[in-house]
């Protein structure tokens, strides 16, 4: 098998701060019109003394190359196969970039009157409307930044129809497949947060959450598919028995790349609800953000909707209104990350439903394909058909010691972005992987030989695992050291730039 | 690939799905649309908003239209930049993480702190993350606000913290439009200050008094900053006494895009690291020795602490924080000096006009940095219309804001506005017709 990377050009750089030069600059500022002030005598004490601490001086092409160079140290979408799971690493348009930065959208400002922007209010009401029917939700605010700010923006709602019930309960349920933030999310409400173990077969049981349902629990939290990539067969019955208590329905939309127009989470008894843009309607991750976390409820949530909502105003058009009184409150400053909102109606329109479909078919034949290859050579600690995703775990290879953290290593010494490893923790050693739809039969098996080599060699040469990665610019980087001894940011050293 | 799955048709890959939950039809959506056609639509839905580039623009309150080095979006749109995510595995995310390191450095510079995070979702829900880490620090739960927070971000900390069990006290404004004297409205069961730098109306506050005030019933101090730029000119809040420095810093490069995404930032002291929320980059090496960047003190967060994190936030505002780093990396530190030097210019220019024109006023005597209120004769809506006809966006109505100041505006000159246009809009909020 040939390596799906090599050696290349790869360059050394420093800090920005190693390269300043004194005096040197990149960009100019345009010359005053306007008689310049004394700062000091008009802002006193407020004004800087010295000069501004903690930039660096240098010219454009310094700047360009910097992050040029930098850029080339990433693994990307755009580069290959990045079967991060959960995190729906999809292609990214480029038609949704380009749409992102028109001036129409990229120059508006948030507190322009209404009737200036009612070509973006159109677009919210449209999108709003597009992932209503999509999940099944009656109605859906766009305002949050991110699928963590739409958690805690979809228990804050809980919370609030809980009060206005007259009804204080405490907990919350959050299987042990969960990710992070769920608990966090809870937790930030002031819930206290009970697991709910999964069953030997990787799923919720109606018993298990039977057993811990009561009044004192708001809300269970529950992400479908799950994070071991199954889809919660008892779904309906489980929203019963929280329903019959009183108890409402989180569903965590992480994972609803694997859905799309084969099935709703509002038709499955789920009444309150995130998406991630970022992955489901592939805005691009960025690096670490920004993303979109819109959330869907049914109707008996809707009156405690974050506040601005969309609206159609009486005299034609839309406008934000702030006017809901018993609304959640604001959760961000304008109304939400805009730019990912246009990304994903651009590319809602250019799938359409045939298309979202498609790519939901096709998410679930890669991920299982994947596993039909893989089944063999890794373990599988629940091995059944998947959705969009599958857990492999290290368990085979306790003998000669390599670990998941050794096969994510080779993988990139192969040119690939390891899976989302020892994820969920229900399975020690884990391996998620997420192909999505977006790669091909030939990328697959590309990545599925590169695999079954890797545990091949696990067998034969564990010391190669163990050392890698091996052609990359650096080598395995000292996480404890990092955590210890924190540096946090650059101090010069004894002799600092000139 | 059916056949490697032993499936014949691809509906059958959908088994443990109950066939009652199914949705056996289509969604009811638009058939799919080419690109030609999807790119027509959008470009039709963006002409029907007003925009910085078209108008003499002069509403900021939180947005700022500022100009944006061509640099910035080149090298930030670099696909191995957008399309990458958390950077999880150190070894292929070098350019994520030294990046964000050099964001870490630039902004404890500019604050005058000494640790910084990899980004929140804006400095609204900065704010309010300030509020909850000062809340841990002290184990308090009483936070004082000036009436100086820009509102929706009083809003989102109202929102935040209504789920815990917090008192929310507000410190009205003073005559000149700074906060009145803080030291009242705090007690010994005071968690933080928040004071807004600028503030809202774009007055400067006192933060060294405000900290002596905090400091007096060992609390802290947390500056809101909501116009970045203002620290290319003011002393770092960090040196002034402020313990959290938060805030908005999209006048680094980021778009207005109707307010996101935009760039919340967060810096503390170096001994309160360990309550941050968010991810934090850190020096370390690699087996070789060489020098390489890591996510770190990640005990603190979610994935590892769960119910228990200082925070739940997991994807944050990267790509933002890298155009502001590039932003800031082209400006240096003369260059930004320069830049707020000329914003602030800018204003008291316009400044200087209002109070030579019959029927304008100023009704703050506190200095700003580049945004301040003027009052205007009859009602502020009439002025922004007649302005408005004349291609000038001339600010924010503060009717909805500031009620007991109608009829008012409050306005923003950044770089972006020539002297002839702050002349065009003061002979037009003065009643003169082009």
């Known amino acids: 098998m040939s390596p799906n990377a090599t050696r290349g050009f790869s360059y050394e750089e420093p800090l920005l701060f190693e390269l300043s030069r004194r005096g040197r600059r990149g960009a100019a500022i345009a010359a005053a019109d306007v008689p310049l002030v004394d700062t000091r005598q008009l802002l006193g004490d407020a004004a800087a003394e010295d000069e501004v601490q903690g930039l660096p001086e240098l010219s454009e092409v310094d700047v360009v190359r910097h992050f040029t160079r930098l850029s080339t140290w990433n693994a990307a979408v755009d580069l290959g196969i990045y079967p991060l799971g959960s995190c729906t690493m999809k292609y990214n348009p480029k038609l949704n970039e380009h749409v992102a930065r028109l001036p129409g959208f990229a120059g508006a400002h948030p507190l322009s009157p209404p009737e200036q922007v009612q070509g973006l209010l159109e677009l919210f009401h449209g999108l709003e409307g597009m992932l209503a029917e999509i999940s099944g939700m009656d109605r859906v605010t766009l305002q949050p930044a991110a699928g963590a700010q739409g958690e805690l923006t979809g228990i804050m709602m809980v919370r609030a129809y809980h009060e206005q019930r007259g009804d204080r309960r405490k907990q919350v349920l959050v299987p042990d497949s969960a990710h992070g933030t769920n608990p966090a999310s809870a937790a930030l409400n002031g819930y206290e947060v009970v697991p709910v173990p999964s069953g030997p077969d990787g799923i919720l049981h109606p018993e298990a959450v039977e057993a811990l349902m009561g009044e004192q629990v708001a809300a269970l939290m529950v992400t479908n598919p799950n994070t071991l990539g199954l889809f919660e067969s008892h779904i309906a019955p489980i929203c019963d028995i929280v329903h019959r208590h009183g108890g409402l329905v989180y569903g965590d939309g992480a994972n609803l790349n694997a859905l799309l127009g084969v099935a709703r989470p509002g038709d499955m008894g789920i009444d309150v609800m995130h998406f991630n843009l970022h992955k489901t309607f592939s805005t691009p991750h960025g690096g670490g953000g920004p993303g979109a976390g819109p959330v869907g409820v049914k109707r008996p949530l809707a009156p405690f909707l974050p506040t601005p909502v969309v609206v159609r105003a009486p005299e034609g058009g839309f406008r934000l209104d702030d006017d809901l009184p018993n609304s959640v409150g604001r959760l961000h400053g304008s109304y939400g990350n805009v730019g990912m909102l246009v990304r994903a109606y651009a590319y809602i329109l250019s799938l359409g439903a045939e298309g979202l479909r498609r790519c939901s078919e096709m998410a679930v034949l890669n991920a299982n394909y994947l596993l039909a290859r893989l089944r063999d050579a890794f373990a599988v600690p629940y091995d059944q058909p998947v959705m969009h995703e599958c857990v492999l775990s290290d368990r085979k290879f306790a003998e000669s010691g390599v670990t998941t953290l050794d096969v994510s290593k080779r993988l990139i010494d192969h040119g690939y972005h390891p899976p989302t490893i020892y994820f969920p923790l229900v399975v020690p050693g884990a391996m998620m992987i997420e192909p999505t739809e977006s790669e091909s039969l030939e990328s697959l098996d590309r990545f599925a030989d590169t695999l079954l080599a890797i545990a091949d060699e696990a067998q034969r040469d564990p010391d190669a695992l163990h050392q890698a990665p091996q052609h990359t610019r650096l080598s395995r980087l000292n996480e404890t050291r990092a955590a210890r001894r924190p540096v946090l940011r650059y101090e010069p050293h004894e002799e600092g730039p000139p | ?434």
């Not at chain 2, 999807?38 to 002409?47: I, M, N, S, T």
């Not at chain 2, 990458?84 to 350019?95: D, M, V």
């Not at chain 2, 909850?132 to 009483?142: E, Q, Y």
């Open chain 2, 1 to 434: 690939m059916l056949e490697g799955v032993g499936r014949k048709r691809v509906e059958e890959l959908f088994e443990p799905i109950p066939e009652k939950l199914r949705l056996g039809r289509a969604l009811e959506l638009p058939a799919s649309a080419s690109e030609q056609e999807v790119l027509a639509h959008l470009g039709e839905l963006a002409a029907r908003n007003e925009n910085a580039s078209q108008a003499d623009w002069f509403l900021g309150a939180g947005t700022y239209a500022h100009f944006v080095p061509t640099a910035v979006d080149a090298l930030a749109s670099r696909a191995e930049f957008t399309t990458s995510y958390t950077p999880y595995q150190p070894e292929i995310s070098q350019g994520t993480l030294q990046a964000i390191f050099e964001w870490q450095s630039m902004t404890t510079g500019l604050t005058g702190l000494q640790v910084s995070n990899a980004s929140m979702y804006d400095g609204a829900s900065a704010t309010a993350e300030a509020a909850l880490m000062a809340m841990r620090i002290t184990r308090r739960s009483r936070v004082v606000v000036t009436a100086g927070l820009h509102p929706h971000s009083r809003q989102v900390l109202d929102t935040y913290l209504r789920g815990l069990e917090a008192e929310i006290v507000t410190v009205p404004r003073g005559a000149d439009g700074r906060s009145a004297p803080l030291a009242e409205s705090i007690d010994d069961a005071t968690a933080c200050v928040i004071v807004q730098q600028p503030a809202f109306l774009g007055c400067v506050e006192d933060l060294a008094a405000a900290a002596d005030a905090a400091h007096a019933w060992g609390a802290l101090l947390v500056t809101s900053i909501s116009e970045a730029l203002c620290l290319g000119l003011l002393r770092p809040p960090g040196e002034l006494g402020a313990d959290i420095v938060c805030g908005e810093a999209q006048s680094f490069g980021v778009a207005m895009s109707f307010g996101g995404p935009h760039l919340g930032f967060l810096a503390a002291r170096q001994k309160h690291v360990r309550q941050m929320p968010g991810r934090l980059v850190g020096e370390t090496v690699d087996s070789n020795g060489q020098r390489g960047f890591v996510l770190t003190l990640s005990t603190r967060e979610q994935h590892i602490r769960r119910a228990r994190a200082t925070s739940n936030i997991c994807t944050n505002q990267g790509l933002c924080l890298l155009m502001a780093t590039i932003y800031l990396s082209l400006l240096g530190p003369r260059g930004l000096r320069e830049l707020a030097q000329l914003n602030l210019a800018k204003a008291e220019y316009a400044k200087a006009r209002v109070r030579e024109t019959p029927g304008l006023s100023l009704p703050l005597d506190a200095p700003g940095f580049n945004e301040f209120v003027v009052g205007v004769q009859g009602s502020a809506a009439t002025a922004l219309a007649r302005a408005r006809e004349q291609g000038i966006v001339a600010g924010l109505d503060l009717e909805a804001f500031a009620p007991d100041l109608s009829p008012e505006l409050l306005l923003c000159t950044t770089e972006t506005s020539s002297r002839e246009a702050i002349d065009r809009l003061i002979a037009a909020l003065a009643g003169d017709r082009a």
